[in-house]
């Protein structure tokens, strides 16, 4: 394990994040006593991926933080019990989705106004957000995505923006290749006629 | 407008509109460890306390032996089936879906894979994760993720 030490940028000893695999800082996580020190790493190493799906859901940076942290608490907790059938990543990301679901599905709960004006809805919350400072247009695409159905939205989120293979989709979802071409095409569909009826 | 193609089949445009505070992806998981040792403190070894005498390791080895052959004697008795080990998973599973599980989408998950639920009371669908287990947790986890 030594020879995959090096010194960081911040003064601390930590394994190469190239170099190390996920069944290796699984097996040191729940081999040692350093188990905070290993889930360090495993959040220096996902926590961008992981923000960056949960901040596309939930628009604003503020709530991504709050969803960030509640997934990254569920992936402590659940470590110890996780039993491998699919990979680290893949069991993050469901943690993660549902985690920003949740938090969606208590919000609109909280706020009548985002089932009566979704669009406005979401446009207030990117003006209130100073970190976001996308166009009018991008503006009109995140507002076309969130009308999507659940799972076409999902679906859209996981190869326009992640970049995702089908096949790595069809693991995650469990679903077949051809109903998830079929849940992108209807997506994209809806996009551009939503673009078209807003013209 | 053309607009909405460009956006669709440039790579560029989704990378752009958001942003974060400067520096916390690097604060981030620092803040992150803080927030876990509140939540759940790790174990912790303790201290040799100033009252330790040595006739105290014989009475804790005494009732060592008598914790662990009374565990022994229990797991003979009642020994962790399946069922409750599943209990377990499934219990987990519940709570990270943030108690969220559909069970009108699990029912008809349960329907579509050709199993079929007379009523869709609680009862039946207990009774089917009960006698089918790697089944049901997979349709469990599809019914969580929509």
Redesign the interface.
């Known amino acids: 394990m030594g020879g995959n030490l090096k010194n960081s940028s911040?003064g601390h000893y930590c394994p190469t994040m190239e170099r190390i695999s996920d069944n290796e800082l699984l097996n040191l996580f729940r081999n040692t006593e350093k188990?905070?020190y290993y889930?360090?790493l495993i959040?220096?190493k996902y926590?961008?991926k992981l923000?960056?799906l949960i901040?596309?859901m939930v628009l604003v940076?503020e709530d991504a933080?709050d969803v960030?942290?509640n997934t990254?608490?569920?992936i402590?907790?659940?470590l110890p019990?996780f039993?491998e059938s699919s990979g680290l990543y893949t069991w993050m990301y469901?943690?993660a989705?549902?985690?920003a679901?949740?938090f969606l599905?208590a919000r609109q709960k909280e706020k009548r106004q985002m089932a009566d004006d979704p669009e406005n809805h979401i446009k207030d919350s990117l003006k209130s957000d100073p970190?976001?400072?996308?166009?009018e247009?991008?503006?009109r695409?995140?507002i076309a995505i969130q009308q999507l159905p659940?799972?076409q939205k999902?679906v859209f989120r996981m190869r326009?923006?992640d970049e995702l293979s089908y096949d790595d989709i069809s693991k995650m979802?469990?679903t077949s290749v051809g109903a998830l071409k079929a849940s992108y095409h209807h997506a994209?569909k809806k996009?551009?006629l939503s673009?078209?009826d807003s013209? | 407008m053309n607009k909405q193609h460009d956006i669709l089949e440039d790579k560029h445009f989704r990378d752009t509109g958001f942003s974060v505070p400067e520096g916390y992806f690097d604060d981030f998981p620092e803040r992150m460890i803080e927030r876990i040792r509140l939540e759940q403190p790790l174990r912790v070894k303790h201290k040799q306390l100033g009252f330790y005498r040595p006739w105290m390791t014989w009475v804790s080895g005494v009732a060592a032996i008598l914790v662990i052959g009374w565990i022994g004697f229990r797991v003979l008795i009642q020994r962790p089936s399946e069922e409750a080990l599943f209990q377990d998973r499934l219990e987990f599973l519940v709570e990270y879906s943030g108690n969220e599980l559909n069970e009108a989408l699990l029912a008809g998950y349960i329907e579509e894979k050709g199993i079929v639920l007379t009523n869709q009371d609680n009862t039946e669908i207990d009774n089917f994760i009960r006698n089918n287990p790697d089944q049901a947790e997979e349709l469990i986890y599809e019914s969580i993720i929509y």
């Open positions: 911040k188990q905070e889930f360090r959040i220096e926590q961008e923000y960056w901040r596309r940076h933080d960030l942290q990254f608490i569920k402590w907790k659940g019990a039993r469901r943690i989705t549902n985690e679901i949740t599905k970190f976001f400072n996308g166009d247009v991008y503006e695409l995140l659940a799972k999902t326009y923006f979802l469990k994209v996009i551009q673009f078209n013209d």
